[in-house]
Antibody, heavy 122, light 107 residues
């Protein structure tokens, strides 16, 4: 059974770079009709899609964050990563990694990590 | 960008009730619509994909319908474990976008 686990610092200073890694276990990150995404959720608010990466390395980002976001994949480690630069308090949120199953009329987030809280504060 | 609007934003209902949540897209998204359930402190869980397909392991009391711009999630008979927040999400065009959520509370 595939599982995802986020890891990284829980506290980041303003203007610095937030770095998170998602480790995929129970299956290969390269297998099947899947790709991989990051999503975040500020406390008490809704879900915001950050971006996605295919195992080819191709990426798409939310235009609202595009200038600050980089998503990368390391297939040898079965991991993908998020970097968000120049963070402010507005970037404080729970960050989720998720697997996307790509099918007919559907690209759905079918497996999620448990989420990791990142606070931006000095 | 495609905007997703859910209604209502919150809903009070009783165990055994039939409940419907609506999601409207700002432009046609065909059937590229998914529904998620989120409980406090937990990650969202996929319930319905492609507007009407039930995710494996999800109880059959959950159903989805619609295409184009208007979609619904129906819970046929509410169970205690169904009280949660529900989100719709479109995957028709980048950026993916979510509705603002519907909080389902116990009456």
């Amino acid at each position: 059974q595939v599982q995802l686990q986020e890891s990284g610092p829980g506290l980041v200073k303003p203007s610095q770079t937030l770095s998170l890694t998602c480790t995929v276990s129970g299956g290969s990150i390269s297998s099947g009709s899947y790709y991989w995404s990051w999503i975040r959720q500020p406390a008490g608010k809704g879900l915001e899609w950050i971006g996605r990466i295919y195992t080819s390395g191709s990426t798409n980002y939310n235009p609202s964050l595009k200038s600050r976001v980089t998503i990368s994949v390391d297939t040898s480690k079965n991991q993908f990563s998020l970097k968000l630069s120049s963070v402010t308090a507005a970037d404080t949120a729970v960050y989720y990694c998720a697997r996307v199953h790509s099918g007919s009329y559907s690209d759905a987030f079918d497996i999620w990590g448990q989420g990791t809280m990142v606070t931006v504060s000095s | 960008d495609i905007q997703m609007t859910q209604s209502p934003s919150s809903l009070s209902a009783s165990v055994g009730d039939r409940v419907t949540i609506t999601c409207r897209a700002s432009q046609s998204i065909s059937s590229y619509l998914n529904w998620y359930q989120q409980k406090p402190g937990k990650a969202p869980k996929l319930l319905i994909y492609a507007a009407s397909s039930l995710q494996s392991g999800v109880p059959s009391r959950f159903s989805g319908s619609g295409s184009g711009t208007d979609f619904t999630l129906t819970i046929s008979s509410l169970q205690p474990e169904d009280f949660a927040t529900y989100y719709c999400q479109q995957s028709y065009s980048t950026p993916d976008s979510f509705g603002q959520g519907t909080k389902l509370e116990i009456k």
